[in-house]
């Protein structure tokens, strides 16, 4: 049997290097990402860490890093025991200009046949990304608060 991979596309009014930053800056990533702060010096084979009202709830590796086009990181959850136990995953951005929108495809994958981990991202990031898209084009983000999302962050 494969192993599950997530897969999102879409296209958003903006620049690869707004997008990358957006991606890349907890400024950002506050106003669409539930309020969390990515932390990182972005260089291969630092550290990243994801922190959610001031508890850390991912942690991971840069594996690439190509401002504006590739961003990868592993991906290993820290606040569900079950999750936890999971092997890491890994998170890919890939940025494409395409006239005056840019591409943007996240790959999520390295996930186990019935991953609780997978149920959860596959809520999450259709609402993370529906987030960045708004706020890149309208300069407001909305926000889907994660419980209505039934996916336990805290």
């Not at 907890?26 to 990182?40: A, G, I, K, V």
């Not at 260089?43 to 401002?67: C, H, S």
């Not at 136990?85 to 591409?103: A, L, M, Q, S, Y």
Request: proline share 6%; net charge negative; glycine share 8%.
């Amino acid at each position: 049997m494969p192993k599950p991979e997530f897969v999102y596309v879409t296209y958003i009014e903006t620049t690869p290097e707004k997008l990358w930053d957006a991606l890349t800056s907890s400024e950002f990533t506050q106003q669409y990402w539930f309020d969390t702060e990515l932390r990182s010096n972005w260089t291969v084979g630092a550290p990243v860490a994801l922190v959610m009202n001031g508890k850390v709830t991912d942690t991971g590796e840069i594996l690439e890093f190509d401002r504006p086009r590739r961003l990868a990181y592993s991906f290993k959850h820290q606040l569900d025991t079950e999750m936890g136990k999971e092997p890491p995953t890994r998170v890919v951005f890939t940025i494409e200009p395409v006239g005056n929108v840019v591409k943007l495809t996240v790959t999520h994958d390295g996930f186990g046949v019935g991953s609780k981990l997978y149920e959860g991202i596959a809520k999450g990031w259709p609402a993370i990304l529906s987030g960045l898209k708004s706020l890149l084009e309208t300069g407001k983000a909305f926000k889907i608060p994660v419980e209505a999302l039934g996916v336990d962050c805290h």
